[in-house]
């Protein structure tokens, strides 16, 4: 039961007024961008809406989860940094360890409600673009959507994991945030994929360091962004991302057990 | 350890790299007293006090709590602790985070209810009870921190600059509450910098110097042991200062202390002669604050 009352504490610590706030604010401008850059907007009346439902809804998802990977997970890296730092420094977390509260279940619970809300902010996208497309009229929600915005939560929570290490290991918030390069290092290499440069050597060992965007490009030279989303994660690449997530989560509940402020 | 005791520091030194936190501790904090721990920033009280917590371990030594060795993992069952800084989550009311602190203690919120509502009317939380701690005052939010150091019913309650923020009644009213725990048998370790606040509610001293512990004493010990103290209408010039140091005599602006009462005549010559008036003359000892400064210019103590 204290377990519970943890995560329920984290979502407290996580969620104060600003980062609600910011937190729908941001969900709320990757729909609408990505509407705004779908040519929905622009089409004129019913008959072209018709004629380019399909390829609106292509550009719409696609923009979608490019902007959700573009921001939405650099903002769980900072929340999670956040998090980590009253996790892992100065007196904030001490107060708590008393009453018979154990590192270990403390731990837990942390690292649940982080979860938590990590899971609300992919959940919250989820439902506004399933709004709109359903609002618009530009589609039904497929299985795929929830497929992909699956995966890129997990990539969220394989980062979000790296920054608890990180700032588990140096006590340094600014490091914490360094998984964003890292993210937009691997969005650059991924995006700017084509046949030709599709299994050189950078790009292969991008995707088995980062596996979730892995990409085969199937003849396209240059291929719609929807389609590199649709192809993410090969075999290697699910695997890849459980490990690293299993292997980071390790990490920082070892260094929080250890830690000492 | 004997049983009068909750906590034996036993050879306990904390380096932080190259730089000393606490050397050579050895201490024995008695059981069912308010223990205060004297001395300047950065002379190792806070980092004593982590360690007694478990939060740091010691480079060398043993630190003992209840009869059980500390370690990083040891939970603290029947420990209270208020840190110097506190941080809640500003979106709880003060109602709300008790309830959420109870659940994290493994306690119903129907068994600490007594207390709470018992702290709550003497620390005059009442007023702020729904209101968010983003709302709440620097002072409220250290009456939180304060109540929830005592709510679980703990048998050693650690607090470290408890009074920051407080008015001159709820300091009042915050001894008050410390002095009820104390008469149900809990152990009070307290930081702080107020020393004329702590001398009238500590039973026993610690003084830090230079990362060591130099002194510890009763209460009863401090009342005739510091010397005399004699406040002067200026400050002391310093060309008397040679002449007061072999009379045993030390300078802190218009205070001069004097730890050999069979010099104290000498001493007051000295400063009548140079046209220094004398405002008055007391009993070093029963002035927490000159007994910490007269420790200081003999240049620490025996234990």
Same mark, same amino acid.
């Given at each position: 039961?204290?377990?519970?009352?943890?995560?329920?504490?984290?979502?407290?610590?996580?969620?104060?007024?600003?980062?609600?706030?910011?937190?729908?604010?941001?969900?709320?401008?990757?729909?609408?961008?990505?509407?705004?850059?779908?040519?929905?907007?622009?089409?004129?009346?019913?008959?072209?809406?018709?004629?380019?439902?399909?390829?609106?809804?292509?550009?719409?998802?696609?923009?979608?989860?490019?902007?959700?990977?573009?921001?939405?997970?650099?903002?769980?890296?900072?929340?999670?940094?956040?998090?980590?730092?009253?996790?892992?420094?100065?007196?904030?977390?001490?107060?708590?360890?008393?009453?018979?509260?154990?590192?270990?279940?403390?731990?837990?619970?942390?690292?649940?409600?982080?979860?938590?809300?990590?899971?609300?902010?992919?959940?919250?996208?989820?439902?506004?673009?399933?709004?709109?497309?359903?609002?618009?009229?530009?589609?039904?929600?497929?299985?795929?959507?929830?497929?992909?915005?699956?995966?890129?939560?997990?990539?969220?929570?394989?980062?979000?994991?790296?920054?608890?290490?990180?700032?588990?290991?140096?006590?340094?918030?600014?490091?914490?945030?360094?998984?964003?390069?890292?993210?937009?290092?691997?969005?650059?290499?991924?995006?700017?994929?084509?046949?030709?440069?599709?299994?050189?050597?950078?790009?292969?060992?991008?995707?088995?360091?980062?596996?979730?965007?892995?990409?085969?490009?199937?003849?396209?030279?240059?291929?719609?962004?929807?389609?590199?989303?649709?192809?993410?994660?090969?075999?290697?690449?699910?695997?890849?991302?459980?490990?690293?997530?299993?292997?980071?989560? =390790?990490?920082?509940?070892?260094?929080?057990?250890?830690?000492?402020? | 350890?004997?049983?009068?005791?909750?906590?034996?520091?036993?050879?306990?030194?904390?380096?932080?790299?190259?730089?000393?936190?606490?050397?050579?501790?050895?201490?024995?904090?008695?059981? /069912?007293?308010?223990?205060?721990?004297?001395?300047?920033?950065?002379?190792?009280?806070?980092?004593?006090?982590?360690?007694?917590?478990?939060?740091?371990?010691?480079?060398?030594?043993?630190?003992?709590?209840?009869?059980?060795?500390?370690?990083?993992?040891?939970?603290?069952?029947?420990? /209270?602790?208020?840190?110097?800084?506190?941080?809640?989550?500003?979106?709880?009311?003060?109602?709300?985070?008790?309830?959420? =602190?109870? /659940?994290?203690?493994?306690?119903?919120?129907?068994?600490?209810?007594?207390?709470?509502?018992?702290?709550?009317?003497?620390?005059?939380?009442?007023?702020?009870?729904?209101?968010?701690?983003?709302?709440?005052?620097? /002072?409220?939010?250290?009456?939180?921190?304060?109540?929830?150091?005592?709510?679980?019913?703990?048998?050693?309650?650690?607090?470290?600059?408890?009074?920051?923020?407080?008015?001159?009644?709820?300091?009042?009213?915050?001894?008050?509450?410390?002095?009820?725990?104390?008469?149900?048998?809990?152990?009070?370790?307290?930081?702080?910098?107020?020393?004329?606040?702590?001398?009238?509610?500590?039973?026993?001293?610690?003084?830090?110097?230079?990362?060591?512990?130099?002194?510890?004493?009763?209460?009863?010990?401090?009342?005739?042991?510091?010397?005399?103290?004699?406040?002067?209408?200026?400050?002391?010039?310093?060309?008397?200062?040679?002449?007061?140091?072999?009379?045993?005599?030390?300078?802190?602006?218009?205070?001069?202390?004097?730890?050999?009462?069979?010099? =104290?005549?000498?001493?007051?010559?000295?400063?009548?002669?140079?046209?220094?008036?004398?405002?008055?003359?007391?009993?070093?000892?029963?002035?927490?604050?000159?007994?910490?400064?007269?420790?200081?210019?003999?240049?620490?103590?025996?234990?």
């Amino acid at each position: 039961m204290r377990v519970f009352w943890v995560a329920y504490d984290t979502l407290y610590k996580i969620l104060s007024l600003k980062v609600l706030i910011l937190s729908l604010a941001i969900v709320l401008a990757i729909v609408f961008a990505s509407l705004a850059m779908s040519n929905y907007l622009t089409s004129a009346g019913p008959a072209w809406h018709d004629l380019f439902r399909k390829y609106i809804f292509q550009d719409f998802m696609g923009t979608l989860y490019l902007f959700a990977q573009m921001l939405l997970t650099p903002f769980v890296v900072i929340i999670s940094a956040l998090a980590a730092q009253d996790m892992y420094r100065g007196e904030a977390e001490q107060i708590y360890l008393t009453g018979g509260l154990s590192k270990p279940v403390a731990f837990t619970g942390r690292i649940l409600g982080l979860l938590v809300y990590i899971f609300l902010l992919w959940w919250a996208l989820f439902v506004a673009a399933g709004a709109t497309v359903l609002c618009t009229g530009l589609g039904n929600i497929e299985p795929s959507m929830v497929g992909i915005l699956a995966k890129l939560l997990l990539n969220s929570v394989a980062l979000s994991f790296l920054v608890c290490s990180l700032i588990g290991l140096t006590k340094v918030v600014v490091v914490g945030i360094t998984p964003i390069l890292i993210s937009h290092y691997w969005l650059t290499v991924n995006n700017d994929i084509t046949m030709e440069t599709a299994g050189n050597a950078v790009h292969n060992a991008v995707n088995y360091l980062l596996p979730l965007y892995t990409f085969t490009t199937r003849g396209f030279d240059s291929p719609h962004i929807l389609m590199k989303y649709q192809d993410l994660s090969p075999w290697h690449g699910t695997f890849s991302l459980v490990a690293f997530i299993a292997f980071f989560l =390790l990490a920082s509940a070892v260094l929080y057990m250890v830690k000492q402020d | 350890m004997s049983e009068a005791n909750i906590v034996s520091l036993k050879s306990v030194s904390k380096w932080y790299g190259k730089k000393p936190g606490v050397l050579d501790c050895n201490v024995d904090i008695p059981q /069912g007293k308010i223990t205060a721990l004297i001395g300047k920033n950065g002379t190792g009280k806070t980092t004593t006090i982590k360690m007694i917590m478990g939060y740091l371990r010691p480079t060398t030594g043993k630190v003992v709590v209840g009869g059980k060795p500390r370690n990083l993992l040891t939970v603290n069952h029947s420990i /209270g602790y208020l840190p110097e800084s506190l941080r809640f989550p500003e979106l709880y009311t003060v109602g709300q985070l008790f309830e959420s =602190l109870a /659940g994290m203690r493994g306690l119903r919120y129907r068994e600490v209810k007594p207390f709470l509502e018992i702290a709550r009317d003497l620390l005059e939380l009442h007023p702020h009870w729904k209101k968010t701690l983003r709302s709440c005052s620097k /002072g409220t939010r250290q009456k939180v921190g304060i109540i929830q150091a005592f709510m679980h019913n703990p048998q050693l309650v650690i607090l470290d600059e408890p009074t920051t923020g407080l008015d001159p009644a709820m300091r009042h009213n915050f001894f008050e509450l410390l002095r009820q725990r104390q008469k149900q048998g809990v152990s009070i370790i307290i930081s702080s910098h107020n020393l004329k606040e702590i001398e009238d509610q500590a039973d026993y001293y610690m003084f830090f110097h230079q990362n060591r512990i130099i002194k510890t004493a009763g209460a009863e010990e401090l009342e005739g042991d510091g010397g005399t103290c004699i406040l002067t209408d200026k400050d002391i010039p310093a060309s008397l200062l040679p002449q007061l140091a072999t009379l045993s005599a030390t300078v802190d602006d218009n205070k001069v202390l004097v730890s050999d009462k069979g010099l =104290l005549n000498q001493v007051l010559s000295v400063l009548i002669q140079a046209g220094i008036g004398v405002k008055n003359v007391q009993a070093a000892g029963a002035n927490l604050e000159s007994y910490f400064l007269n420790l200081l210019n003999q240049g620490g103590g025996g234990e």
